[in-house]
């Protein structure tokens, strides 16, 4: 029986050359992941965005909104949302001052909706998203998103035209 023994100083350099190996790998793979993710930045800004307004603890305000989507009108024209306590309340046409549906409330969302929507486009995989913010509360105050490039009639948009603390 031969048995070959290895001497403990190159086991140890065959252990650390290893390391440095998957170490090497890990690092590259993880540089190319976000590299190749190009809404890693606004993920870390909507982060940063979301943790300010929610440090601003405004449970209760007003809220005009327009969407923007290829839909009908009942969806586009703006709307009045009242929330109260972190409930939404009314929401009433701005123009005429009529309800919307209440099939239709679902799509006119919050400010908290709002953060909802542009971190699901996030997880979807969007092919592009712009987000500007407002200056003093930290909100998204308009928001376009282009789900699948190249495709029509798939985009989304919301602007937030009015915003007023309620005490």
């Known amino acids: 029986m031969n048995v070959r023994i290895l001497k403990p100083r190159v086991l140890g350099k065959l252990k650390l050359t290893n390391?440095?190996?998957?170490?090497?790998?890990?690092?590259?793979?993880?540089?190319?992941?976000?590299?190749?993710?190009?809404?890693?930045?606004?993920?870390?800004?909507?982060?940063?965005?979301?943790?300010?307004?929610?440090?601003?603890?405004?449970?209760?305000?007003?809220?005009?909104?327009?969407?923007?989507?290829?839909?009908?009108?009942?969806?586009?024209?703006?709307?009045?949302?009242t929330v109260s306590a972190g409930e939404i309340g009314a929401v009433v046409y701005r123009d005429t001052g009529e309800a919307v549906a209440e099939v239709n409330r679902q799509y006119f969302p919050d400010i908290d909706g709002l953060f909802g929507v542009l971190e699901d486009a996030i997880v979807r995989g969007a092919h592009s998203i712009e987000v500007s913010w407002d200056e003093n509360d930290a909100f998204p105050k308009e928001i376009s998103i282009d789900y699948v490039e190249n495709a029509a009639d798939e985009e989304l948009g919301f602007n937030v035209l009015s915003f007023s603390p309620k005490p």
């Open 19 to 81: 390391y440095l190996r998957f170490f090497t790998i890990g690092l590259v793979s993880l540089m190319l992941l976000v590299a190749c993710n190009p809404l890693a930045p606004l993920s870390a800004k909507l982060k940063t965005q979301k943790q300010a307004w929610q440090a601003e603890a405004i449970g209760s305000y007003e809220l005009e909104l327009q969407r923007i989507c290829f839909c009908g009108p009942e969806l586009t024209e703006v709307v009045k949302l």
